[in-house]
């Protein structure tokens, strides 16, 4: 998931590097905010998950323990368990704030930009 969306959002942010992509005023500020507030949440699930590496109450039969471990794996040491896919999600969410800070910031310094040839011709 990070490699395909890490690479959408890394030529995005390339594109706003550049001034290629606008919003209208505000809404890129707003975007970035919710994606911090996103990330938060996702940070706050992801160090939550951690306590879901030990389950017990499964029994001590050998198929008790086998779910227990096989539960466990998915919530980390196993092939791309929760903690891993939650970590890779912030890394998405952290990059697209970045693409909306850098339309914002494109935005604000075109405004000063035009009010100071504005100021300057007289107007």
Same mark, same amino acid.
């Given at each position: 998931m990070?490699?395909?969306n890490?690479?959408?959002?890394s030529e995005?942010g !390339?594109r706003?590097?550049?001034g290629e ?7 890129? *500020?707003?975007? !970035?905010?919710?994606? &911090? /507030?996103?990330?938060a949440?996702l =940070?706050?699930i992801?160090?939550? !998950?951690a306590?879901?590496?030990r389950i017990d109450?499964?029994?001590h039969?050998?198929?008790?323990t !086998?779910?227990a471990r096989?539960? /466990? *794996?998915?919530a980390s ?5 929760? =903690? *891993? &896919?939650? &970590? =890779?999600?912030i890394?998405?969410?952290e990059?697209?704030q ?6 914002a ?6 405004e000063?930009s035009?009010?100071q040839?504005?100021? /300057?011709?007289g107007g």
């Amino acid at each position: 998931m990070v490699s395909i969306n890490g690479n959408l959002w890394s030529e995005l942010g !390339a594109r706003a590097e550049e001034g290629e992509l606008y919003f209208e005023p505000g809404v890129a *500020q707003k975007c !970035a905010q919710r994606c &911090a /507030e996103l990330g938060a949440e996702l =940070d706050r699930i992801r160090r939550g !998950a951690a306590s879901l590496g030990r389950i017990d109450g499964l029994g001590h039969l050998p198929s008790g323990t !086998a779910l227990a471990r096989k539960f /466990e *794996q998915k919530a980390s040491g196993g092939e791309y368990p929760l =903690d *891993q &896919a939650l &970590a =890779d999600h912030i890394t998405v969410v952290e990059e697209m704030q970045s693409v909306f800070e850098k339309i914002a910031a494109n935005y604000a310094t075109a405004e000063e930009s035009n009010a100071q040839r504005f100021t /300057e011709s007289g107007g």
